[in-house]
């Protein structure tokens, strides 16, 4: 399964909308066929790994996934398992989709396959996370993403934020942009840095297309923003609910949003809970400044146990400064 786990990552900028899946075929202790999923549209990693093998016939299938049911852009892979003499599958996590949901479980064991769920299950939901979460919930995985100061500041009391981080960070950043199907500032970030908010490493190879999303409640995105030149959709929202907006965006097809500011945009997401990741690059340097924009900022809690709280899941260095990354409390990301 950790084979299959390692196939299923080299899909991360491909496969959107769909999850990444690996597969192998294990017969006599021996992997005799592998498979993963590039793309939507293309075969997914059960039918890579069947193809691949000269006869699947009384193997035990490892695959990260529930096998699909459904006809959707290809035929069910369950369909597929059993013309084959599979005499077991090993599945890593169900599939929550509701197109699928404990039903490619049910197919096999009906038609008489041994199964096999759970193995190692927490590795396979943090894979997926993305996926896992928005099909479950009907709204994009969000990221909070942010480059800040060491007490906290995202710019400097002048609105200053060119670099405050590394070239390694910035880098990181682009990187990350490269595996989510949105991204979503305010207006005044537009207003005051007129960022190009693209993807420009060529990594993502996804059907799903790059899309920029802009809460402009105050009307001050100018017209001749250069998110307005280089051809990439961008969505300009004004009066709405968050929360409408992520629905929203779930049936444009969008399952996963970085969020990347400014202090106003973060300070609502977190304050409503909306977010499911939080990445944070610091910069080894103080500004102060009660002025300057924050990664918190607005109404502060008066109490310790009125504290948004969340859970560090790990620190690395990058270039020269920290990359946390940290998850809401009580955020289970296996689910």
Same mark, same amino acid.
């Given at each position: 399964?950790?084979?299959?786990?390692? #196939?299923?990552?080299?899909?991360?900028?491909?496969?959107?909308?769909?999850?990444?899946?690996?597969?192998?075929?294990?017969?006599?202790?021996?992997?005799?066929?592998? @498979?993963?999923?590039?793309?939507?549209?293309?075969?997914?990693?059960?039918?890579?790994?069947?193809? +691949?093998? /000269?006869?699947?016939?009384?193997?035990?299938?490892?695959?990260?996934?529930?096998?699909?049911?459904?006809?959707?852009?290809?035929?069910?892979?369950?369909?597929?398992?059993?013309?084959?003499?599979?005499?077991?599958?090993?599945?890593?996590?169900?599939?929550?989709?509701?197109?699928?949901? @404990?039903?490619?479980?049910?197919?096999?064991?009906?038609?008489?396959?041994?199964?096999?769920?759970?193995?190692?299950?927490?590795?396979?939901?943090?894979?997926?996370?993305?996926? #896992?979460? +928005?099909?479950?919930? /009907?709204?994009?995985?969000?990221?909070?993403?942010?480059?800040?100061?060491?007490?906290?500041?995202?710019?400097?009391?002048?609105?200053?934020?060119?670099?405050?981080?590394?070239?390694?960070?910035?880098?990181?950043?682009?990187?990350?942009?490269?595996?989510?199907?949105?991204?979503?500032?305010?207006? @005044?970030?537009?207003?005051?840095?007129?960022?190009?908010?693209?993807?420009?490493?060529?990594?993502?190879? +996804?059907?799903?297309?790059?899309? *920029?999303?802009?809460?402009?409640?105050?009307?001050?995105?100018?017209?001749? +923003?250069?998110?307005?030149?280089?051809?990439?959709?961008?969505?300009?929202?004004?009066?709405?609910?968050?929360?409408? #907006?992520?629905?929203?965006?779930?049936?444009?097809?969008?399952?996963? #949003?970085?969020?990347?500011? @400014?202090?106003?945009?973060?300070?609502?997401?977190?304050?409503?809970?909306?977010?499911?990741?939080?990445?944070?690059?610091?910069?080894?340097?103080?500004?102060?400044?009660?002025?300057?924009?924050?990664?918190?900022?607005?109404?502060?809690?008066? *109490?310790?146990?009125?504290?948004?709280?969340?859970?560090?899941?790990?620190?690395?260095?990058?270039?020269?400064?920290?990359?946390?990354?940290?998850?809401?409390?009580?955020?289970?990301?296996?689910?």
């Amino acid at each position: 399964m950790r084979r299959a786990l390692e #196939l299923a990552e080299r899909g991360r900028y491909s496969v959107s909308p769909n999850p990444m899946v690996g597969c192998v075929l294990v017969r006599g202790g021996n992997i005799v066929a592998e @498979g993963w999923h590039q793309r939507a549209g293309e075969p997914h990693a059960e039918v890579k790994a069947i193809q +691949a093998s /000269e006869d699947p016939r009384d193997t035990t299938m490892y695959v990260t996934l529930e096998p699909c049911v459904h006809h959707g852009r290809t035929p069910p892979c369950a369909d597929v398992i059993l013309g084959t003499g599979i005499k077991q599958v090993v599945i890593a996590t169900s599939d929550p989709h509701d197109v699928v949901n @404990g039903r490619g479980i049910e197919r096999l064991r009906a038609a008489g396959v041994d199964v096999v769920v759970g193995v190692l299950e927490s590795e396979a939901g943090r894979l997926n996370e993305k996926f #896992l979460y +928005a099909v479950t919930e /009907e709204k994009p995985f969000v990221l909070l993403k942010a480059g800040m100061t060491l007490d906290g500041k995202l710019a400097t009391v002048s609105r200053e934020s060119r670099w405050i981080t590394s070239e390694a960070s910035r880098q990181k950043s682009l990187e990350l942009r490269e595996e989510y199907d949105a991204l979503l500032v305010g207006g @005044g970030t537009v207003r005051d840095d007129d960022p190009q908010l693209t993807r420009r490493l060529g990594w993502n190879l +996804a059907i799903t297309p790059w899309t *920029r999303v802009i809460l402009d409640r105050d009307r001050q995105v100018p017209s001749n +923003a250069s998110v307005f030149q280089n051809g990439t959709t961008t969505h300009i929202t004004e009066d709405v609910d968050l929360e409408a #907006l992520l629905h929203d965006l779930y049936k444009r097809g969008i399952q996963s #949003l970085i969020v990347e500011g @400014g202090s106003g945009v973060h300070s609502e997401f977190i304050r409503r809970g909306l977010w499911q990741k939080m990445i944070l690059f610091v910069a080894p340097i103080v500004v102060g400044g009660a002025d300057a924009p924050a990664i918190f900022a607005g109404e502060a809690v008066r *109490r310790l146990t009125e504290a948004h709280r969340f859970r560090f899941d790990r620190v690395e260095t990058v270039g020269s400064d920290l990359m946390i990354v940290a998850y809401p409390r009580m955020l289970n990301v296996e689910c």
